[in-house]
């Protein structure tokens, strides 16, 4: 039970301002035969030190393929055209954190790298451009490990 009033506003303001959906898209940014994997910083809150692909949640009202091309940007600071759209989706009911009992839907598309250098966000301390049988010794989230399986 809550002892305060102001701690019932908080958590009032906290169930207003959560989305529907945590709706996910990462990009699969092939390179040549290999792909780009980063890791999240050891420091991150969330999946600390596990390799993932480039992406984030979606802003409100934003296209999917825009969203993970900027996303990669944002996160690497390389240049990277989706080629194939929702190549894999995963999705569940998040169990745990902030976004408790909201559904999570993931959605994995195919990109080719641009250009550019990579230059990691303060997200990630770490990058590698790696082949299935490299990426399946990493560390990776689950659902990239399902989605390296599924896609290659």
Same mark, same amino acid.
């Given at each position: =039970?809550?002892?305060y009033?102001? +701690?019932?506003?908080?958590?009032?303001? $906290?169930?207003e301002?959560?989305?529907?959906i945590?709706?996910?898209?990462r990009?699969?940014v =092939?390179?040549g035969?290999?792909?780009l994997?980063?890791?999240?910083? =050891?420091? $991150?809150?969330?999946?600390?030190?596990?390799? +993932? &692909?480039p992406?984030g949640?979606?802003?409100?009202?934003?296209?999917?393929?825009?969203?993970?091309?900027?996303?990669?940007l944002? +996160?690497t600071?390389i240049f #990277?055209? /989706?080629?194939?759209?929702? #190549? &894999?989706? +995963? /999705?569940?009911?998040?169990?745990?954190?902030? &976004?408790?009992? *909201?559904?999570?839907?993931?959605l994995? /598309?195919?990109?080719?790298?641009?250009?550019?250098?990579?230059? *990691? /966000?303060?997200?990630?301390d770490?990058?590698?451009w790696?082949?299935?049988e490299?990426a399946?010794? =990493?560390?990776?989230? $689950?659902d990239?490990?399902? #989605?390296?399986?599924?896609?290659?």
């Amino acid at each position: =039970m809550f002892k305060y009033k102001e +701690e019932i506003e908080v958590k009032k303001k $906290d169930v207003e301002n959560r989305p529907r959906i945590v709706l996910v898209s990462r990009c699969v940014v =092939m390179k040549g035969k290999k792909f780009l994997l980063i890791r999240r910083a =050891m420091i $991150d809150q969330y999946a600390a030190g596990l390799w +993932e &692909f480039p992406g984030g949640k979606l802003d409100e009202g934003q296209d999917i393929r825009n969203a993970e091309e900027r996303e990669v940007l944002e +996160e690497t600071g390389i240049f #990277a055209v /989706s080629i194939s759209a929702n #190549a &894999f989706v +995963e /999705s569940y009911i998040i169990g745990k954190g902030k &976004f408790i009992g *909201l559904p999570y839907m993931l959605l994995i /598309s195919i990109g080719r790298y641009i250009g550019g250098e990579v230059k *990691l /966000s303060a997200e990630h301390d770490a990058w590698r451009w790696v082949t299935k049988e490299e990426a399946l010794k =990493m560390k990776l989230k $689950d659902d990239i490990r399902k #989605a390296i399986i599924t896609l290659f």
